[in-house]
């Protein structure tokens, strides 16, 4: 079992990316999936998940308003569109789920919010 994530690279302030978390080897559609990131210096966060068939989510303040998080169970893709995007939104973001004691962490991908 695995994920990939895809769709970081460098885009400048105000710009947009939309990054995918493609599953293989499970289903995602019973797994609650999330997006962290970790900066330089600092812990890893969750940024978004999202929960249950319903799909309700949740998101840290200070991305709020501006990412959304999406799943596709039969692409068994997760997806984070990021719009207005900041310097400080720069960091390496990881996939995850976690489906009582199983849990995936993707490899994750870079993301470079510079002008």
């Known amino acids: 079992a695995q994920l990939v994530e895809s769709g970081g690279g460098l885009v400048q302030p105000g710009g947009s990316l939309r990054l995918s978390c493609a599953a293989s080897?499970?289903?995602?559609?019973?797994?609650?999936m999330s997006w962290y990131r970790q900066a330089p210096g600092k812990e890893r966060e969750l940024v978004a998940d999202?929960?249950?068939?319903?799909?309700?989510?949740n998101y840290v303040d200070s991305v709020k308003g501006r990412f959304t998080i999406s799943r596709h169970n039969d692409k068994n893709t997760v997806y984070l569109q990021m719009n207005s995007l900041k310097p400080e939104d720069t960091a390496v973001y990881y996939c995850?789920?976690?489906?009582?004691?199983?849990?995936?962490w993707g490899q994750g991908t870079q993301v470079t919010v510079s002008s």
């Open positions: 995850h789920a976690v489906f009582l004691n199983y849990q995936h």
């Open positions: 080897g499970f289903t995602i559609s019973r797994y609650v």
């Open positions: 999202i929960i249950g068939s319903g799909g309700r989510t």
